[in-house]
C-alpha cells in the first residue's frame, strides 16, 4: 500500500514562509508534486518535480514557492515565501508512477495553509 505523508502546514501571517514535506513509502516514482484546494474551489496544480529534477510552477506561485526533491530519502519538499492570503488551501502531495504506459496517482492527506494576520 503506497503511502504518502505530509507534514509542515500550519497558520502563518501574510510575508511569511513555510516548508512542506512528503515523504514516500516507494522509490520508484516519476512525478511527485503538491496541488491545493480552497473552499470551493477545484484542487489545481501548484508545482511538480520529476525524478531527474526537472520543475514546473503555477504562474500564480512563481517566483514565491520552490519545489525540490530528495531521491535518497523518498522526499519532496515545498518551500513557500512570501505568502499570500489566496495561498490559503489545502495541499496536497502527488505522486505518478508509470507501470506499463498506464499513470498511477497517489495522494496524500492534505495539510492545511492558512496565510492570516
Known amino acids: 500500500q503506497v503511502q504518502l505523508v505530509e507534514s509542515g502546514g500550519g497558520l502563518v501571517q501574510p510575508g511569511g514562509s513555510l516548508r512542506l514535506s512528503c515523504v514516500a513509502s516507494e522509490t520508484i516514482f516519476s512525478t511527485m508534486g503538491w496541488y491545493r484546494q480552497a473552499p470551493g474551489k477545484q484542487r489545481e496544480l501548484v508545482a511538480s518535480i520529476t525524478s531527474g529534477g526537472s520543475a514546473n510552477y503555477d504562474d500564480s506561485v512563481k517566483g514565491r514557492f520552490t519545489i525540490s526533491r530528495d531521491n535518497p530519502k523518498n522526499t519532496v519538499y515545498l518551500q513557500m515565501n512570501s505568502l499570500k492570503p489566496e495561498d490559503t488551501a489545502v495541499y496536497y502531495c502527488?505522486?505518478?508512477?508509470?507501470?506499463?504506459?498506464?499513470?498511477?496517482?497517489?495522494w496524500g492527506q492534505g495539510t492545511q495553509v492558512t496565510v492570516s494576520s
Open positions: 502527488n505522486a505518478k508512477k508509470v507501470v506499463i504506459f498506464t499513470t498511477y496517482n497517489y
